[in-house]
């Protein structure tokens, strides 16, 4: 799939790259307004400065014979009061209108930049500082601050003026830069580069200012138009550019009093401005089109008529349904637009009570099928075959008909709980409104059975959780909510889009337990959509193979496993990794990299947004101890919340520890490394982060995201472009590349982009945080397999952050298993996964799921109850003891110890009681 | 919640004192009190001039600091000074600041409620007719500055006046001289007076909140928690109103605060050029008066409203969204 992928890359490389500017520009080049705008504003332009040449009269000359004259050949647009030809005076108005309007919105654009720049990226005193000044000169009005100083500055002429429009122009954008600042300083681009050891004043101009500058040209164009409009408005008043000077807002004001009586003294004006003040809006308008890929117009409409039907539709409640099928999906084709098929013809069955699995890697069809089956799919979609629910035709069906169906016949968990629930209504509240949409019963009634259901999805205290917010649950209690709304009607069958995708193990365990009990209980149906071959093993009956938009195979679930027929099916099963498959330990006799002991690290938690307070500590990490050996991959492994990323972090930062020590290469890190011993221990530890769609810088080319490292270690270019070519070869893509932009190659490929990146600088110790988590399971055996290569070739030690044990199975030479900032047990891997010894451990093992659905079954996880904890309460004694399964089972004694005294990590695990 | 209301206040305070003291700073230092008593004719003896600007106040032979000290001390226990020509600006304050928030609170509500309504349908119609011809009204709007639609609004009244015959619309100050009649009469008589005047502030409104409200609905219109309630089985009308535009409003409220500046900026042309006499007429009055109190007083009023449309704006946020009154933080 990678290298097919790579293949078409390759194919298309004698063909000039579609760089994001050119989009853009053709983007703007079919906004027909834009183009109009842009056009005008040209034109504009050309009058105001070649205007004044094609007519002798200049805009102070006077012609006594011709007062208040309409136009005419001699005066193209007639003349005032005192008979000055209103052509010159408009176009000479015109002129400088356009003049301060340019300087201006040039001028404050650079104060905007500069000052919100400042502001967001070196935060502290600095910034609130200069908050404060923003926010105090955007309590003065400002045009009342000009219409007072102005008239002071006449001797400054309009040079002076345009500095006062400037002062008081550029407060709202430069707040607008500081928050894109602030939230660049967070990404993973900006973050890596840090890390890479490039130099701030590099990292703002290379990665900072560029990303700010779609937002500049764009305010600084309506800048223009504003700026313009001020101006006209001051001077209408007398504010503004002074006698015998004109403006078009001195024309405009002198036309006044005859507007009626002598129109062309008025309306030639006041047209050009409008006329010009609108073109540049227009401009600015369509340039932010351009550049956010959200505002094209081929995003569908969604509100919409029914999708458009291209087959004919079959006949509902045709003799073929018979009474046992609730859902029965027949030669479904959907296409988005011109694009290929989504879904190319499928056929699916579902019996009453039957669970089936659909399974398949991104872009299979296979949430799109989901949607097709209830009619959600956008109007932009084409849909054509057939779908019958509980006896209805979906395919064309009436919106009245379709909403009888949705939520009541058929239901949906969508994945992501956090998005899928409005966050300004309380649970219940969205809870009685699945009721109150098919049933008749009154408010009360409806939020007392809302109560009920979250009780049924084993919510505590129901009656107060139906207060909340969704913000305020948990993942898991959102996704819990999700189902219990799903059931709320009682359906035949209910589509669960891979509802437990973004949670962590131990609650994916929870909820599919949860999901196995309301389906018994209902005696639904239920259609499992997953990637995850080891989700759908341990509770489907059939199990669908989805691929491109086609099912490649379709087979009960033991058939399926055992002997799948399709050679795809047997590539996903084989890429699966397995908790089972240890890779063999190898003898540690190799020097430590790096040696952790003791690491600290607490945040504070704050409260309020002017007056910042602290109410509290997150102990993230809590005394964690790590070596990592040359040659060897060390994996972290943990739950959400457990620290290891923040372990990983302090590593990078090279910044002494809050308490502990970080030794790098023998090197311990302290205050005393110089800016040159910082840059040595850089070059030989590198990272590779987690989403390699934010990793990469998207306005930098390929060769220069894999230079930057050696730039940072201050390589010269045609060697460092000599590295590129090599290292890129190094993780199996073409050098040729090396000029393509980031968003011009899949997942797996950026992946390997960041991976070249890491090792230009040859480094002997590579970070990764979870560098496979993101990726299709195909493509995550590839990178894995990459990865377990270059550590052969280049004799690289990994850490490996990850929440995956699979994966860890697959690539670890040594474990740490981390809880609450702490390791809780540590070891060789096959000891670690094959012998777990830790309660923690052991529940965490259980609950991954494999794919095979006789263990699956026979092998029921041991569910740990609750939540991961947030790590702002600290428990004294064992941390991990709300939570324990063997606690549980101790006598009073026993317990006391695990409630008084914290464990320690004594011969790989740190429990009391193993 | 309440606490933090508590802080924004108190932050408002700080700003408001800062730019009461600039305000003092910069109207005593760029306007010319002695110009104005100069300028008279037959010319006053200096001596003269000087007893008239220490009666007001305005001394400029004392340091600014002194005088801000002095005006401050005033203002404190509520007293905002003389006006240039000796009246009490209290006073003068009190007889235009309900002329001002007539036309400021009526233009601003129709406005926002239009641009409100207006910005959701054409975000749901996005690139259709409606949201094409509603956007093109709403580029040229926001293309003419607010004096400009005022005196256009006049014109075209003028010309309707003149083609009925009849004082149809009437477009100079807030009510009819020396009319008398029945409540109803007086009251109509006031509801023509505040038609364009209205519509002028109430347009620009219009124009900027619809695109606000526009691009906020457009966020959420490919939201999941839409699909959501469609899956539930409520109507795409019902789900695009009570999920889609009720999380749409939130983003409107800091916009709110924004926008204001512009509004009363655009109300002191709308007065001006309507005969009402209101705050803006008096400054640009005040202005070209050199009457440095009068202009500090106006910006103070100013000040205050854009900070109170602030606050109500951190009210409304906290109202419409429930993750900022929980003080839920994500991630």
Same mark, same amino acid.
């Not at chain 1, 081929?298 to 073929?320: H, V």
């Not at chain 1, 390589?715 to 890129?728: D, F, K, Q």
């Given at each position: 799939m990678v290298d097919a992928l790579a293949a078409e890359v390759?194919?298309?490389?004698?063909?000039?790259?579609?760089?994001?500017?050119?989009?853009?520009?053709?983007?703007?080049?079919?906004?027909?307004?834009?183009?109009?705008?842009?056009?005008?504003?040209?034109?504009?332009?050309?009058? +105001?400065?070649?205007?004044?040449? *094609?007519?002798?009269?200049?805009?102070?000359?006077?012609?006594?014979?011709?007062?208040?004259?309409?136009?005419?050949?001699?005066?193209?647009?007639?003349?005032?009061?005192?008979?000055?030809?209103?052509?010159?005076?408009?176009?000479?108005?015109?002129?400088?209108?356009?003049?301060?309007?340019?300087?201006?919105?040039?001028?404050?654009?650079?104060?905007?930049?500069?000052?919100?720049?400042?502001?967001?990226? =070196?935060?502290?005193?600095?910034?609130?500082?200069?908050?404060?000044?923003?926010?105090?000169?955007?309590?003065?009005?400002?045009?009342? =601050?000009?219409?007072?100083?102005?008239?002071?500055?006449?001797?400054?002429?309009?040079?002076?003026?345009?500095?006062?429009?400037?002062?008081?122009?550029?407060?709202?954008?430069?707040?607008? =830069?500081?928050?894109?600042?602030?939230?660049?300083?967070?990404?993973?681009?900006?973050?890596?580069?840090?890390?890479?050891?490039?130099?701030?004043?590099?990292?703002?101009?290379?990665?900072?200012?560029?990303?700010?500058?779609?937002?500049?040209?764009?305010?600084?164009?309506?800048?223009?138009?504003?700026?313009?409009?001020?101006?006209?408005?001051?001077?209408?008043?007398?504010?503004?550019?002074?006698?015998?000077?004109?403006?078009?807002?001195?024309?405009?004001?002198?036309?006044?009093?005859?507007?009626?009586?002598?129109?062309?003294?008025?309306?030639?004006?006041?047209?050009?401005?409008?006329?010009?003040?609108?073109?540049?809006?227009?401009?600015?308008?369509?340039?932010?089109?351009?550049?956010?890929?959200?505002?094209?117009?081929?995003?569908?409409?969604?509100?919409?008529?029914?999708?458009?039907?291209?087959?004919?539709?079959?006949?509902?409640?045709?003799?073929?349904?018979?009474?046992?099928?609730?859902?029965?999906?027949?030669? !479904?084709?959907?296409?988005?637009?011109?694009?290929?098929?989504?879904?190319?013809?499928?056929?699916?069955?579902?019996?009453?009570?039957?669970? *089936?699995?659909?399974?398949?890697e991104s872009?299979?069809?296979?949430?799109?099928?989901?949607?097709?089956?209830?009619?959600?799919?956008?109007?932009?979609?084409?849909?054509?075959?057939?779908?019958?629910?509980?006896?209805?035709? @979906?395919?064309?069906?009436?919106?009245?008909?379709?909403?009888?169906?949705?939520?009541?016949?058929?239901?949906?968990?969508?994945?992501?709980?956090?998005?899928? *629930?409005?966050?300004?209504?309380?649970?219940?509240?969205?809870?009685?409104?699945?009721?109150?949409?098919?049933?008749?019963?009154?408010?009360?009634? +409806?939020?007392?059975?809302?109560?009920?259901?979250?009780?049924?999805?084993?919510?505590?205290?129901?009656?107060?959780?139906?207060?909340?917010?969704?913000?305020?649950?948990?993942?898991?209690?959102?996704?819990?909510?999700?189902?219990?709304?799903?059931?709320?009607?009682?359906?035949?069958?209910?589509?669960?889009?891979?509802?437990?995708?973004?949670?962590?193990?131990?609650?994916?365990?929870?909820?599919?337990?949860?999901?196995?009990? @309301?389906?018994?209980?209902?005696?639904?149906?239920?259609?499992? @959509?997953?990637h995850?071959?080891?989700?759908?093993?341990?509770?489907?009956?059939?199990?669908?193979?989805?691929?491109?938009?086609?099912?490649?195979?379709?087979?009960?679930?033991?058939?399926?496993?055992?002997?799948?027929?399709?050679?795809y099916?047997r590539d996903l099963l084989d890429a699966q990794p397995?908790?089972?498959?240890?890779?063999?330990?190898?003898?540690?006799?190799?020097?430590?990299?790096?040696?952790?002991?003791?690491?600290?690290?607490?945040?504070?938690?704050?409260?309020?947004?002017?007056?910042?307070?602290?109410?509290?500590?997150?102990?993230?990490?809590?005394?964690?101890?790590?070596?990592?050996?040359?040659?060897?991959?060390?994996?972290?492994?943990?739950?959400?919340?457990?620290?290891?990323?923040?372990?990983?972090?302090?590593?990078?930062? !090279?910044?002494?520890?809050?308490?502990?020590?970080?030794?790098?290469?023998?090197?311990?890190?302290?205050?005393?490394?110089?800016?040159?011993?910082?840059?040595?221990?850089?070059?030989?530890?590198?990272?590779v982060?987690?989403?390699p769609?934010?990793?990469?810088?998207?306005?930098?080319?390929?060769?220069?995201?894999?230079?930057?490292?050696?730039?940072?270690?201050?390589?010269?270019?045609?060697?460092?472009?000599?590295?590129?070519?090599?290292?890129l070869?190094l993780v199996g893509l073409?050098?040729?590349?090396?000029?393509?932009?980031?968003?011009?190659f899949s997942g797996g490929q950026r992946q390997r982009i960041a991976i070249a990146?890491?090792?230009?600088?040859?480094?002997?110790?590579?970070?990764l945080?979870?560098p496979v988590s993101s990726l299709d399971v195909t493509v995550q055996a590839a990178i894995l397999a990459l990865l377990g290569r270059l550590q052969r070739?280049?004799?690289? +030690?990994?850490?490996?952050?990850?929440?995956d044990?699979a994966v860890?199975?697959q690539i670890?030479?040594?474990?740490?298993?981390?809880?609450?900032?702490?390791? =809780?047990?540590?070891?060789?891997?096959?000891?670690?996964?094959?012998?777990?010894?830790?309660?923690?451990?052991?529940?965490?093992?259980?609950?991954?799921?494999?794919?095979?659905?006789?263990?699956?079954?026979?092998?029921?996880?041991?569910?740990?109850?609750?939540?991961?904890?947030?790590?702002?309460?600290?428990?004294?004694?064992?941390?991990?003891?709300?939570?324990?399964?063997?606690?549980?089972?101790?006598?009073?004694?026993?317990?006391?110890?695990?409630?008084?005294?914290?464990?320690?990590?004594?011969?790989?695990?740190?429990?009391?009681?193993? | 919640?309440?606490?933090?209301?508590?802080? &924004?206040?108190?932050?408002?305070?700080?700003?408001?004192?800062?730019?009461?003291? $600039?305000?003092? $700073?910069?109207?005593?230092?760029? /306007?010319?009190?002695?110009?104005?008593?100069?300028?008279? /004719?037959?010319?006053?003896?200096?001596?003269?001039?000087?007893?008239?600007?220490?009666?007001?106040?305005?001394?400029?032979?004392?340091?600014?600091?002194?005088?801000?000290?002095?005006?401050?001390?005033?203002?404190?226990?509520?007293?905002?000074?003389?006006?240039?020509?000796?009246?009490?600006?209290?006073?003068?304050?009190?007889?235009?600041?309900?002329?001002?928030?007539?036309?400021?609170?009526?233009?601003?509500?129709?406005?926002?409620?239009?641009?409100?309504?207006?910005?959701?349908?054409?975000?749901?119609?996005?690139? &259709?007719?409606?949201?094409?011809?509603?956007?093109?009204?709403?580029?040229?709007?926001?293309?003419?500055?607010?004096?400009?639609?005022?005196?256009?609004?006049?014109?075209?009244?003028?010309?309707?006046?003149?083609?009925?015959?009849?004082?149809?619309?009437?477009?100079?100050?807030?009510?009819?001289?020396?009319?008398?009649?029945?409540?109803?009469? $007086?009251?109509?008589?006031?509801?023509?007076?505040?038609?364009?005047?209205?519509?002028?502030?109430?347009?620009?409104?219009?124009?900027?909140?619809?695109?606000?409200?526009?691009?906020?609905?457009?966020?959420?219109?490919?939201?999941?928690?839409?699909?959501?309630?469609?899956?539930?089985?409520?109507?795409?009308?019902?789900?695009?109103? &009570?999920?889609?535009?009720?999380?749409?409003?939130?983003?409107?409220?800091?916009?709110?605060?924004?926008?204001?500046?512009?509004? $009363?900026?655009?109300?002191?042309?709308?007065?001006?050029?309507?005969?009402?006499?209101?705050?803006?007429?008096?400054?640009?009055?005040?202005?070209?008066?050199?009457?440095?109190?009068?202009?500090?007083?106006?910006?103070?009023?100013?000040?205050?409203?854009? /900070?109170?449309?602030?606050?109500?704006?951190?009210?409304?946020?906290?109202?419409?969204?429930?993750?900022?009154?929980?003080?839920?933080?994500?991630?």
């Amino acid at each position: 799939m990678v290298d097919a992928l790579a293949a078409e890359v390759v194919d298309e490389a004698g063909q000039a790259p579609p760089t994001r500017l050119r989009v853009m520009a053709g983007r703007f080049r079919r906004d027909r307004g834009a183009l109009a705008g842009a056009v005008i504003v040209l034109l504009l332009f050309v009058l +105001a400065f070649a205007g004044p040449y *094609l007519t002798h009269w200049s805009y102070d000359d006077i012609d006594y014979t011709a007062l208040r004259a309409g136009p005419s050949a001699r005066h193209w647009w007639g003349t005032n009061g005192i008979g000055q030809d209103v052509y010159a005076q408009t176009v000479r108005g015109l002129q400088k209108s356009l003049l301060i309007g340019l300087a201006v919105a040039l001028v404050s654009t650079v104060l905007a930049a500069a000052v919100g720049a400042v502001a967001g990226y =070196v935060g502290g005193w600095t910034g609130r500082g200069l908050v404060l000044v923003v926010d105090l000169l955007l309590v003065f009005p400002s045009f009342l =601050v000009i219409a007072v100083v102005s008239p002071r500055l006449r001797g400054g002429g309009w040079v002076a003026f345009v500095g006062l429009l400037a002062a008081f122009g550029w407060m709202v954008s430069a707040r607008v =830069v500081r928050s894109l600042t602030i939230s660049l300083k967070e990404l993973e681009f900006v973050r890596a580069a840090r890390f890479m050891g490039v130099s701030a004043p590099r990292v703002i101009v290379r990665h900072v200012l560029p990303s700010t500058a779609s937002f500049l040209i764009i305010d600084a164009t309506l800048a223009v138009g504003a700026a313009v409009m001020t101006e006209t408005s001051l001077s209408y008043f007398g504010f503004g550019v002074q006698p015998p000077d004109v403006s078009l807002g001195t024309l405009i004001a002198a036309g006044t009093p005859s507007a009626v009586t002598y129109p062309w003294m008025f309306f030639y004006p006041a047209g050009l401005l409008v006329v010009f003040v609108l073109a540049v809006n227009l401009v600015g308008d369509g340039l932010r089109d351009a550049v956010d890929p959200r505002s094209r117009p081929s995003r569908p409409p969604r509100m919409a008529r029914p999708p458009r039907q291209a087959g004919p539709a079959t006949a509902a409640g045709s003799s073929t349904v018979d009474d046992d099928v609730v859902l029965a999906i027949r030669d !479904l084709r959907v296409r988005f637009g011109d694009g290929p098929p989504a879904v190319d013809g499928i056929d699916l069955t579902v019996h009453r009570g039957q669970v *089936l699995g659909i399974v398949g890697e991104s872009g299979s069809g296979k949430s799109v099928t989901v949607l097709a089956a209830l009619g959600l799919l956008p109007a932009a979609a084409t849909v054509s075959g057939s779908v019958v629910l509980g006896g209805t035709q @979906v395919i064309g069906a009436a919106p009245r008909d379709l909403r009888r169906l949705r939520g009541n016949v058929a239901s949906v968990v969508f994945q992501d709980s956090l998005s899928a *629930l409005t966050p300004v209504y309380r649970i219940g509240d969205q809870l009685a409104e699945a009721i109150t949409a098919h049933r008749d019963v009154s408010r009360t009634e +409806a939020r007392r059975r809302a109560v009920e259901l979250l009780r049924l999805v084993g919510i505590p205290s129901p009656e107060l959780r139906a207060r909340t917010f969704p913000d305020e649950l948990s993942g898991g209690m959102r996704q819990r909510v999700m189902i219990a709304m799903a059931i709320a009607n009682d359906p035949d069958v209910i589509l669960a889009d891979e509802p437990t995708t973004a949670l962590d193990v131990t609650v994916q365990a929870q909820v599919l337990r949860v999901l196995q009990d @309301v389906r018994e209980a209902t005696g639904a149906a239920l259609v499992l @959509v997953s990637h995850d071959l080891g989700v759908v093993a341990g509770m489907a009956d059939t199990v669908a193979v989805m691929r491109g938009g086609r099912i490649v195979e379709q087979a009960p679930v033991r058939q399926l496993y055992g002997r799948p027929a399709d050679p795809y099916t047997r590539d996903l099963l084989d890429a699966q990794p397995r908790l089972d498959a240890f890779r063999p330990p190898r003898p540690v006799a190799t020097p430590p990299v790096l040696r952790v002991t003791g690491l600290r690290r607490t945040f504070g938690v704050h409260k309020g947004r002017v007056f910042r307070r602290r109410v509290g500590s997150v102990h993230a990490v809590d005394g964690v101890d790590l070596t990592v050996h040359a040659g060897q991959t060390h994996a972290v492994v943990g739950e959400s919340g457990s620290g290891k990323s923040t372990t990983l972090l302090e590593i990078l930062g !090279l910044r002494p520890p809050e308490g502990g020590t970080i030794e790098l290469f023998g090197r311990t890190v302290s205050s005393g490394l110089t800016a040159a011993d910082q840059a040595e221990l850089r070059s030989r530890m590198q990272l590779v982060f987690q989403d390699p769609f934010a990793s990469l810088d998207p306005r930098l080319p390929v060769g220069d995201v894999v230079a930057e490292p050696l730039l940072a270690q201050g390589r010269p270019g045609p060697a460092a472009r000599a590295r590129v070519a090599e290292v890129l070869r190094l993780v199996g893509l073409d050098p040729a590349l090396a000029r393509r932009f980031p968003h011009e190659f899949s997942g797996g490929q950026r992946q390997r982009i960041a991976i070249a990146r890491a090792i230009s600088v040859a480094p002997d110790l590579l970070v990764l945080d979870e560098p496979v988590s993101s990726l299709d399971v195909t493509v995550q055996a590839a990178i894995l397999a990459l990865l377990g290569r270059l550590q052969r070739d280049l004799g690289l +030690a990994y850490l490996f952050v990850t929440h995956d044990l699979a994966v860890v199975a697959q690539i670890a030479d040594v474990v740490s298993v981390m809880y609450l900032g702490r390791v =809780v047990e540590t070891g060789p891997a096959a000891l670690v996964l094959g012998d777990p010894l830790h309660p923690y451990t052991r529940a965490l093992l259980s609950a991954v799921p494999v794919p095979d659905p006789v263990a699956a079954r026979q092998r029921p996880p041991m569910l740990l109850p609750g939540d991961p904890p947030a790590a702002d309460e600290r428990l004294t004694g064992c941390p991990f003891r709300p939570r324990c399964p063997l606690y549980a089972t101790l006598s009073p004694p026993e317990r006391s110890r695990c409630e008084s005294t914290p464990p320690r990590l004594v011969d790989r695990a740190a429990c009391h009681h193993v | 919640m309440l606490a933090f209301l508590a802080r &924004r206040l108190a932050y408002y305070v700080v700003l408001l004192l800062a730019a009461a003291f $600039l305000s003092y $700073l910069l109207a005593a230092t760029a /306007l010319s009190p002695r110009a104005y008593f100069q300028a008279r /004719l037959p010319p006053p003896p200096a001596a003269q001039v000087d007893r008239q600007l220490r009666a007001v106040g305005l001394d400029d032979r004392e340091p600014v600091t002194s005088r801000f000290a002095g005006w401050a001390t005033r203002a404190v226990h509520g007293d905002l000074g003389v006006s240039i020509t000796g009246t009490s600006v209290n006073a003068e304050f009190g007889r235009r600041i309900g002329v001002s928030l007539r036309l400021l609170v009526l233009g601003t509500l129709l406005g926002i409620g239009a641009g409100v309504a207006a910005g959701a349908w054409t975000a749901v119609k996005q690139y &259709r007719l409606p949201d094409r011809s509603f956007t093109l009204v709403a580029f040229l709007l926001l293309s003419m500055p607010t004096f400009l639609i005022a005196l256009l609004l006049k014109i075209g009244a003028l010309a309707v006046n003149q083609a009925s015959g009849r004082q149809l619309v009437a477009f100079t100050g807030e009510s009819t001289p020396g009319l008398t009649g029945s409540g109803l009469t $007086l009251f109509a008589d006031r509801a023509v007076h505040l038609l364009l005047p209205t519509l002028s502030i109430g347009l620009v409104a219009l124009a900027t909140y619809s695109r606000y409200q526009r691009s906020a609905m457009l966020d959420v219109l490919g939201a999941d928690y839409l699909r959501t309630a469609e899956a539930k089985g409520l109507s795409r009308r019902a789900a695009l109103i &009570r999920h889609g535009l009720r999380t749409a409003l939130i983003p409107m409220s800091t916009f709110f605060s924004f926008g204001f500046l512009g509004v $009363l900026t655009g109300a002191t042309f709308t007065e001006k050029i309507f005969g009402w006499h209101g705050m803006g007429e008096w400054f640009i009055d005040s202005v070209n008066n050199n009457d440095v109190n009068a202009v500090v007083a106006v910006n103070l009023f100013a000040a205050v409203t854009v /900070l109170l449309a602030g606050l109500l704006a951190d009210v409304l946020h906290a109202v419409l969204d429930p993750r900022v009154r929980l003080g839920v933080r994500r991630g």
